[in-house]
């Protein structure tokens, strides 16, 4: 999959950069200095962007500089298009500037406002009732920090303040709390941030994909034991297949990531909880909602998907099968569903399909 994701971006990139470098070579004054020679200013357009992509590269990383040129391709199509159709009504043809600036000023301008997005993080706000339970509970979600990618330590800690103000219950965090590229130190220090948490019942925590990792422990810096086991000296309780009381009402049934094979089913899970209180089970990857409804789960709280991330490839993951909700609430049978867009981003320094979000989740007695 990834092997072909890889090829995919690779192929598009490579004729997006032909494609502008032809068109750019089309404006009246470079064709101009160019002698009217395509040989001449095609491949010295291509080295101008390439050299673009690099200082992007330079600034943030490829990832981030292929996501600004891919954006730029796409905006440069809509130009032309809007070109093709002044052409067709007005009876003129708007010059091959216009529809470079327009492409470079309509790309900058929605690359800034998915900047926003991803480093402004809002409160999502859901209430629910039932009759099992006796008193109210406040429930602070957080997930996919991926420490580094859009904030550091220091940054973390001041949504740690964000979720200090809230007044929560307790604060569960669904998976992907570091990322292969998080150092030792942020994760030392993200880590030892989550001890200032205020809360009634504790801080609960499920592993996502990318805290055990891709990289080997060389590369990373820092094994998955010293993750744990400095989330535990902060008062961070991690459930792997585990179940654990909340007040007089409560149970939170804390999976093993998918991506771990050795985890149980849910049903086999929800054997372990007490079913006569309201259960509340994290998981990471929102991609097994069928047979935890069918389970007894009363609310499924889950990360993973980063709202989608942009808005083309919004319900890729729902298409395909990855995912069974990108991103919000959904209700199947009893169960209730929460996906949440993530605190933060995997990599990218952009979200263009949804901001963001911190998740408050208030249960009161019916």
């Known amino acids: 999959m990834w092997g072909f994701i890889i090829i995919a971006v690779i192929s598009v990139s490579a ?6 470098s032809f068109r750019t070579a089309g404006i009246e004054f470079i064709k ?25 590269a330079f600034v943030w990383d490829i990832f981030n500089a292929l996501i600004c040129m891919l954006h730029l391709y796409v905006f440069w199509l809509i130009s032309e298009l809007a070109a ?21 000023v309509l790309c900058a301008s929605y690359l800034t406002y998915g900047w926003f997005a991803a480093h402004n993080v809002r409160q ?19 997930s996919d920090s991926h420490i580094g990618a859009t904030f550091d330590a220091e940054g973390f800690k001041e949504h740690i303040e964000t979720i200090n103000s809230l007044q929560p219950d307790c604060v569960v965090i669904t998976g992907d709390f570091v990322d292969d590229g998080t150092t030792r130190e942020q994760m030392l220090a993200s880590c030892d941030a989550l001890a200032a948490l205020k809360t009634t019942y504790g801080v609960f925590l499920v592993w996502g994909n990318h805290d055990r990792g891709y990289y080997k422990e ?5 094994s998955y034991s010293e993750l744990r086991g400095r989330l535990v000296e902060n008062g961070v309780t991690v459930l792997e297949d585990e179940c654990v009381c909340v007040g007089g009402s409560y149970c939170i049934a804390g999976r093993r990531d998918r991506s771990d094979r050795s985890r149980k089913s849910a049903w086999a899970l929800m054997q ?8 509340i089970m994290l998981d990471h990857q929102p991609n097994d909602f069928d047979p935890e409804a069918a389970s007894g789960a009363d609310l499924v709280l889950c990360g993973h998907t980063h709202g989608g991330q942009f808005i083309p490839i919004l319900h890729v993951g729902e298409w395909i099968g990855e995912n069974d909700l990108r991103y919000g609430h959904e209700k199947r049978g009893d169960t209730d569903f929460i996906v949440s867009s993530g605190i933060s981003n995997w990599e990218f320094k952009f979200k263009t399909g949804c901001f963001s979000e911190i998740v408050v989740i208030d249960i009161t007695p019916e």
Do not use: N
């Open 15 to 20: 004729a997006g950069l032909l494609y502008i």
């Open 32 to 56: 101009k200095a160019c002698g009217g020679r395509k040989l001449v200013s095609v491949p010295l357009c291509a080295v101008l962007y390439a050299l673009l992509t690099a200082a992007l």
């Open 84 to 104: 093709f159709v002044i052409r067709k009504i007005r009876k003129t043809s708007p010059s091959r500037v216009w529809e470079c600036v327009s492409a470079f």
């Open 124 to 142: 999502t706000e859901y209430a629910f009732t039932s009759q099992k339970v006796a008193e109210s509970l406040r429930i602070v979600q957080f």
């Open 218 to 222: 060389s590369r990373r810096g820092w």
């Open 272 to 279: 372990e909880a007490e079913t006569d209180r309201y259960v």
